[in-house]
């Protein structure tokens, strides 16, 4: 019996990730008898505690300033959806591209990148602090939740995407943040000569469709520029022109939303365009063709790479350096400087389970324990914890 055209677009393609072929967790468990491998990577990660935390977490707008603006619980939900919906046309494991994307941003401390520039301050004569390499601290080390394994034991795949997803990470390993992965590798080899699998690398550009385009509807709704601002602009301004010449009579907000709707689209369609080109012309034919590739195979074509640089430093002048985000970032990092300094001074006054991690006298683990409490923090809890220390009257009245 011949297959349909749904069975055939759905068949697993030669260079896609099995999940049955799995290389397994570090701590050997049974199988699952309801979720492969790499679905229940996914699991743990959706119920893990650094997850429910990105929903008070900084993307760009503090969550105060407003409900509709992505956090990084919002923005690594919509990249889990492009990145599955990549995988699903290219034919590759829908689950693992899924997982990668759902678990890239567990690392990022408050206040988004000001929270990262701080920290990496304050680290640097500690051994630096790096967001990718703080998101694989937590699935193999600081998520305590399972009586036989700290972290979260989750698949080689799975690791390998969370590390690897921008590609080979050898150069950084000379980097003291990134001895922590070092180390790692020396007992489970994740291969960080090699490019990850197309799922990470499906989770990887997702993130990069994800934040140019919702940074630009987050940034229109903040009043920080306008639709005619952008009219001008590679990627979107056509796509806006598209937008109003097929509605014309339709409101600023459905334009915005709608144009929006289109320019992932267009990304989506350009990066699979690209990546077939590149599958065929590299002759990709395994997963293990995919690690050993001279480049990066998920990609945006040239004239798209070249759109984005535009648009970027768009983002950048009209939005991420704009006034009021600056003022947020200014203040965001003093906060964090404040607490990092007292709680290096007087580890005492840190809740006990993080103040007896901190109490070393060696100051390269105690500022390491002071940095995994600060990063772990949401920005709602960062700035109670910072009056709490800092208000004499609020201290006065808990």
């Known amino acids: 019996m011949k297959s349909s055209p749904l069975s055939q677009i759905d068949a697993r393609a030669p260079y896609a990730e099995n999940a049955g072929a799995s290389r397994g967790r570090l ?75 759902l678990a890239h941003d567990l690392g990022h401390p408050p206040f988004g990148h000001a929270g990262e520039d701080e920290l990496q301050a304050r680290m640097e004569p500690w051994g630096g602090f790096d967001h990718n390499v703080q998101t694989f601290r937590v699935v193999t080390k600081l998520e305590t939740r399972y009586p036989t394994f700290d972290g979260l034991n989750l698949s080689w795949e799975t690791i390998e995407g969370v590390v690897k997803h921008n590609g080979p990470v050898t150069h950084k390993l000379d980097e003291p943040a990134w001895r922590a992965i070092a180390d790692y590798t020396a007992g489970w080899d994740l291969r960080l000569d090699s490019f990850a699998s197309l799922e990470a690398q499906a989770a990887a550009i997702a993130d990069d469709i994800a934040y140019n385009n919702h940074d630009v509807d987050d940034g229109v709704q903040a009043g920080l520029f306008s639709l005619a601002d952008l009219a001008d602009v590679p990627l979107i301004g056509p796509v806006l022109h598209r937008t109003r010449r097929d509605w014309p009579d339709l409101d600023e907000r459905m334009i915005r939303l709608e144009a929006v709707r289109r320019m992932i689209g267009v990304m989506v369609d350009d990066v699979l365009t690209e990546t077939e080109h590149r599958l065929a012309d590299d002759r990709i034919t395994s997963p293990e063709d995919v690690r050993a590739a001279r480049h990066t195979l998920i990609q945006f074509s040239d004239p798209m790479m070249a759109d984005l640089g535009v648009l970027r430093r768009f983002l950048f002048e009209r939005m991420y350096r704009h006034y009021r985000v600056n003022r947020t970032r200014s203040q965001a990092r003093r906060m964090l400087a404040q607490m990092f300094d007292l709680f290096m001074a007087e580890p005492e006054v840190m809740p006990t389970e993080w103040g007896a991690r901190a109490a070393s006298e060696d100051l390269h683990k105690r500022s390491r324990a002071v940095c995994d409490y600060i990063a772990g923090m949401t920005d709602r809890y960062a700035t109670l914890e910072h009056r709490k220390l800092f208000n004499l009257d609020v201290a006065l009245d808990l």
Not at 67 to 74: I, K
């Open 27 to 101: 701590v050997p468990e049974a199988p699952s008898r309801t979720r492969n491998a790499f679905a229940r990577d996914r699991d743990r990660i959706i119920h893990c505690t650094a997850f429910r935390r990105l929903k008070e977490k900084t993307q760009v707008f503090v969550a105060h300033e407003g409900d509709h603006y992505r956090t990084r619980l919002t923005h690594s939900l919509e990249v889990s959806q492009i990145a599955r919906s990549l995988a699903h046309a290219l034919r590759l494991d829908q689950d693992l591209a899924e997982t990668v994307a």
